[in-house]
């Protein structure tokens, strides 16, 4: 939400730069047009408010003068203003004439006159006012247009970099006291990551014990593991449990940089890290800014540029400077080398996806200030939660709390678990889609064929529930749960796997027929390919293809892709992807031939009451029986 607002406030001022500096040239030529018209008047304004023009030829001015009917003469160039006396006929009158070519008032004849009648002549020097306003014009007009282009240069460049005001100046943010401090408490599980960085803490804190024994002190750490498993969490608590300032950047605000900005941004950062040294600088995200340099010269200069200044920085470091720098990553192997040699970031520390036990840990430390009722397991809500991370449990923890909140309880339940469980996992339930009789019949069918084969097959994980009611793009779900979390699957299990997917498809061929399939198996017939090419390609499970691996296509110095293997292979491949495939599909339809009238008991059930769990599954097919055609040993 403040990016939001951030960039919807840039977007506001940054057309309003450009308009002001065209407002301001526009207020400047209507002032131009203005003192001209003022000034562009003057010279025949004089007239005596009140007063009627009247022009007059030079002599017929003459004469009037000679009759003592004028009292004073303003000379303006060649224009000849004059006033006549109050008691004269041409009193109410401003007289206007213009002397005759060249020559003197005196040489025509009026300095006689002048004297005799008392006219006082005024000679005015002529402004040429128009002239003033151009040659002000000249200057000014120029430096308008140069400064509304700037101001428009200006926006654009802050278009494509929103803090071009604060060149080469770290926006990195500290961690003090004033932010609240993270501890390793804060962290749960990653046992061994933490061991690993208790270490970097005695570091900080001690660095005399470690220098007294001529250890040299690691300048850079890297964090490496997936997204959401606490690697910035970590860096925090280093620094908290430390008790020294952190100063962090992502690498992926200097991606978004001029050139030459992020490597002075880096110098600043580094500069700063050493003033309030002992201290911590965490850079997030490294692998923004410090991929490898591909034979094709694949890195962007400025990230070269802001690479290079990292490692110039680090190389700099004395041996006592008190600094050390943190780096996180989720691709340790797309970084260049020159990151990880000795004296830059040369101590790794794994950070893992939790186990269960340390899902049940990250679970406590996010219901911790929460009001849950008793019922609610967290056991088992870390049970079937494999393969997510911390970020994603907090995620489910926080869910919970807004559904309960939703409806209206006062303390989290087990059901607002499961729905936040399931809603993260699949999407939200879409009970308001309309199903005809014929397709919740289908769907019913379908699931219960995923959960028959899976039930029956000796090597499949258990069915935890099975589903009618359509949840984000599906029509209805049936779960799998392993009793455990295990590192490895064998090739039973995977076979399996494979044959409980294409149950649901094999169900409906069962009962609408070979041409009554439908749309509704199109994921799990994506599973079933992208599985058993992996099982050919990378496991070496194929019949023929045993214990080999066949890397997917690279790219060669040329920019092509280049098949790592024949097009022989390539066909074996095929075919054997093909075998697996057609097993998977025969052991289903024998399994669920064998088991029609529990296939039958499912669906109606399911019907019914749309969802079921574990122990009512398992009622209704506690009779079923494996056929020995679905048997592999
Ligand atoms: P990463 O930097 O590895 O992508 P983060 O440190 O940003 O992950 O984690 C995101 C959030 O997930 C954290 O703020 C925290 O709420 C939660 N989290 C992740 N791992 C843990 C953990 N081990 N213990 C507690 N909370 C965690
Ligand atoms: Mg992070
Ligand atoms: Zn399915």
Redesign the pocket.
């Known amino acids: 939400m403040p990016e939001y607002k951030k960039s919807e406030g840039k977007k506001s001022k940054k057309p309003s730069k450009v308009s002001n500096a065209i407002r301001l040239a526009v207020f400047w030529l209507f002032c131009l047009v203005l003192v001209a018209a003022i000034f562009g008047n003057l010279g025949g304004s004089d007239i005596a408010s009140g007063t009627q023009p009247k022009e007059m030829s030079i002599s017929e001015l003459l004469q009037a003068t000679e009759d003592g009917k004028i009292n004073e003469i303003i000379v303006r160039g060649n224009d000849l203003i004059a006033t006549p006396k109050e008691d004269s006929d041409l009193s109410g009158y401003t007289i206007t004439s213009r002397k005759d070519g060249a020559g003197t008032l005196q040489e025509q004849g009026f300095d006689e006159l002048v004297k005799e009648h008392k006219v006082s002549i005024k000679v005015e020097e002529q402004v040429d006012y128009l002239g003033i306003i151009i040659d002000v014009a000249i200057i000014v007009v120029p430096v308008i247009v140069v400064v509304v282009f700037i101001s428009r240069m200006m926006s654009q460049a802050q278009n494509m970099n929103n803090q071009s005001m604060g060149f080469g100046k770290a926006k990195a943010r500290l961690y003090g006291n004033e932010k609240k401090k993270v501890l390793f408490s ?5 046992e061994a990551a933490k061991q690993d960085l208790s270490e970097i803490v005695d570091f900080l804190k001690n660095p005399k014990k470690y220098e007294k024994l001529g250890a040299k002190i690691p300048r850079g750490v890297l ?1 490496a ?12 608590a280093v620094a908290g449990e430390a008790n020294v300032p952190f100063f962090s950047i992502s690498g992926s605000e200097f991606a978004e940089m001029f050139v030459g900005v992020g490597a002075s941004r880096v110098r600043d950062l580094f500069g700063k890290a050493k003033k309030n040294a002992p201290s911590i600088i965490f850079i ?1 995200e490294i692998d923004a800014v410090a991929h490898k340099r591909d034979a094709r010269g694949g890195a962007g200069r400025e990230d070269e540029q802001t690479l290079n200044q990292i490692l110039v920085e680090m190389d700099g470091f004395d041996n006592d400077s008190g600094v050390i720098v943190i780096a ?1 990553t ?1 691709r340790v192997d797309m970084l260049d080398k020159a990151l990880l040699r000795p004296g830059r970031f040369d101590r790794h520390v794994n ?1 893992t996806l ?1 186990e269960r036990k ?1 899902r049940v ?2 679970l406590k ?2 219901f911790k200030n929460k009001p849950v009722d008793e019922k609610v397991s967290i056991d088992a809500l870390a049970a079937k939660t494999a393969g997510s ?7 489910i923890a926080n869910e919970a709390a807004i559904t309960a909140a939703r409806l209206g309880h006062d303390k989290i339940t087990n059901k607002d678990v499961t729905e936040a469980f399931e809603r993260i996992a699949i999407g939200p339930e879409r009970k308001s889609k309309v199903m005809s009789e014929e397709e919740r019949k289908i769907t019913a069918y379908h699931e219960a064929g995923h959960a028959v084969v899976g039930h029956v097959l000796p090597d499949s994980d258990p069915v935890h529930k099975v589903t009618i009611i359509p949840r984000g793009r599906t029509g209805g779900v049936t779960w799998f749960l392993p009793p455990e979390d295990r590192s490895y699957k064998n090739i039973y299990e995977l076979k399996d796997v494979l044959a409980r997917a294409m149950g649901g498809r094999v169900a409906e061929r069962i009962i609408l027929g070979e041409d009554g399939i439908t749309t509704g198996a199109s994921s799990d017939l994506q599973h079933v390919a992208e599985l058993s090419r992996e099982m050919v390609t990378q496991e070496g499970m194929g019949k023929q293809l045993r214990d080999q691996v066949f890397n997917s296509d690279e790219v060669n110095f040329f920019g092509d892709r280049a098949k790592m293997y024949s097009e022989k292979t390539s066909e074996l491949i095929d075919a054997e992807i093909e075998a697996l495939n057609k097993e998977a599909d025969a052991r289903a339809e024998a399994v669920l031939n064998a088991n029609r009238k529990a296939l039958d008991e499912l669906a109606e059930a399911l019907l019914e009451k749309e969802t079921l769990e574990e122990d009512e599954v398992a009622k209704i097919l506690k009779d079923t029986k494996l056929p020995a055609a679905a048997k592999l040993h």
């Open positions: 804060d962290v749960a599980g990653n964090l593991g997936e997204p959401g498993t606490g690697k910035t969490l970590m860096a925090r997030d996180a989720n950070v939790p340390d840990e990250i430390v996010h991370s911390g970020a994603d449990l907090a995620n």
